[in-house]
């Protein structure tokens, strides 16, 4: 089926216009706005893990501390 051709009136051609640079400019806003969330989104990724890795290396120290004090008690156990 062919379409026919449609001539717009002048004023027709500006609400057009004016509707596709309105849509035109919130694409650009909603594009901004997720690239900005993604840019938030991986700082905080950054210092969770910074913080993970901090968190982590106090973790073993503690666990590191606390064997060797049970291993210390188990010995003077053993010795009385």
Known sequence: MNR????????EKQVVSLLQSLDTIR????????????SARASHLKKKE???????????ERRKDFFKQMDFKDKKRKRE
């Open 4 to 11: 026919r051709a449609v001539i717009l009136e002048p004023q």
């Open 27 to 38: 694409h650009e806003k909603e594009a901004l706005r997720k690239s900005k969330i993604a």
């Open 50 to 60: 910074d913080i993970d890795s901090v968190t982590k290396v106090k973790r073993k």
